[in-house]
C-alpha cells in the first residue's frame, strides 16, 4: 500500500498527458469524494495512508479493471509487476486534476518532515527512551529523540551519557509517534544522524 501511494503521488508531482476516458475520469471522482471524508484530526499518518490507498481501490469497478487492463496494459492483480502502485499512478494523476486541493493536503500529511538542528545539549533525559535538550542557533529550545541506529560522527550508544555541552549537528525525522502516557499519537522528532560540531548532515 505505501508503494501505491509513493508512485501516486510522484506521478502528480510529473503530471503526465493521458487520454480522457470517461471511466478514468469516474474512478477519479469516486476516489476523491472518498479522500474528502477521511478526517484530518485524531489519525495518524499510517492509518492515513492506507485510507487513501482504499480510497483508491474501492473506487475501482471490475469493469475498470478490464479497462485499464486493455488501455495500460495493468493488471491490479498482478503483484509480481506491481499492479496496483502503476494503476495507482494512473488514477493519481487524475484526481490531481479533479481535486488537487485535498491531494496536495494529504500529502503533506503523510510525508515525513526532515529537519536539521545545531546548537548545544542543554540535557540528556533517559526517562522511557533517551532525549537530547538541545539549544538551538536562534535560542531556541528543542527535544530530540534518540529511537534507532544513526549515522555521523558521534557513536550515541557510547557517547551519548557525556554530551551535555557540547555543539552538535542533528538530522532528524519528524513522526507521528504513539505516547502511552496520554493514549494518541503526537509528533516527535526522531534523530537520524548525529555529529558534533556543524556538520552538514548527509544527502540521503
Not at 88 to 112: E, F, N, Q
Not at 142 to 165: F, H, I
Request: contains cysteine; aromatic residues 6%.
Amino acid at each position: 500500500m505505501k508503494k501505491l501511494i509513493f508512485a501516486l503521488f510522484m506521478t502528480i508531482m510529473m503530471t503526465p498527458a493521458l487520454a480522457q476516458q470517461e471511466y478514468m475520469e469516474a474512478i477519479a471522482n469516486r476516489s476523491c469524494a472518498c479522500i474528502e471524508k477521511i478526517p484530518r484530526k485524531g489519525i495518524n499518518k499510517e492509518a492515513l495512508t492506507i485510507q487513501l490507498g482504499v480510497c483508491i481501490m474501492q473506487s475501482v469497478t471490475p469493469a475498470d479493471r478490464e479497462k485499464i487492463l486493455a488501455d495500460y496494459k495493468v493488471d491490479l492483480f498482478d503483484i509480481e509487476r506491481k499492479g496496483q502502485e502503476k494503476a495507482g499512478a494512473i488514477i493519481g494523476t487524475r484526481m490531481a486534476a479533479v481535486c488537487p486541493g485535498p491531494i496536495t493536503s494529504l500529502y503533506s500529511m503523510i510525508k515525513d518532515t526532515v529537519t536539521d538542528i545545531s546548537g548545544t545539549i542543554q540535557k540528556i533525559e533517559t526517562e522511557g527512551y533517551v532525549s537530547l535538550i538541545i539549544k538551538d542557533t536562534q535560542g531556541k529550545t528543542q527535544k530530540v529523540v534518540w529511537l534507532s541506529p544513526t549515522k555521523g560522527n558521534l557513536d550515541l550508544p557510547a557517547q551519548y551519557t557525556g554530551l551535555t555541552g557540547k555543539m552538535v549537528t542533528v538530522r532528524c525525522e519528524v513522526k507521528d509517534i504513539f505516547d502511552p502516557r496520554i493514549g494518541e499519537y503526537r509528533p516527535m522528532k526522531i534523530i537520524t544522524e548525529i555529529s558534533e560540531g556543524f556538520v552538514k548532515p548527509s544527502a540521503n
